[in-house]
């Protein structure tokens, strides 16, 4: 996801759901096609954990994208998800791509 529309449409309109590092929010999108936005705030860490934190959710999401029903995701960094591995991002977003695989959009 590109436009801040687009992330102000789900952070009102969406599911949530809550893992210790992460808050993901859902909602099906205007195309019908899978697109993933990534927010880390400033209270989670210097830029370069930041982007440190941004790739591994990219590669969850590259390597996870069949996985992932046709539409909208943002995955939104707690404070914590800075001593995540990859394996850890893994484990904890693993739960939330489980449970939106069983919903019906």
Not at 2 to 19: C, F
Not at 56 to 66: A, Q
Not at 73 to 96: H, P, S
Request: charged letters at 30%; a positive charge.
């Amino acid at each position: 996801m590109l436009r801040r529309a687009d992330y102000l449409r789900l952070s009102t309109a969406a599911r949530k759901y809550h893992t210790p590092s992460f808050l993901v929010l859902c909602a099906p999108g205007p195309e019908g096609r899978r697109r993933i936005g990534i927010t880390v705030s400033r209270k989670v860490g210097p830029a370069v954990t930041r982007n440190r934190i941004k790739r591994l959710v990219r590669e969850y999401y590259r390597v996870h994208k069949t996985l992932f029903p046709s539409i909208d995701v943002n995955v939104i960094a707690k404070k914590g998800a800075e001593r995540l591995d990859y394996r850890g991002v893994c484990q904890e977003l693993d739960g939330v791509v489980e449970r939106l695989a069983g919903i019906q959009w």
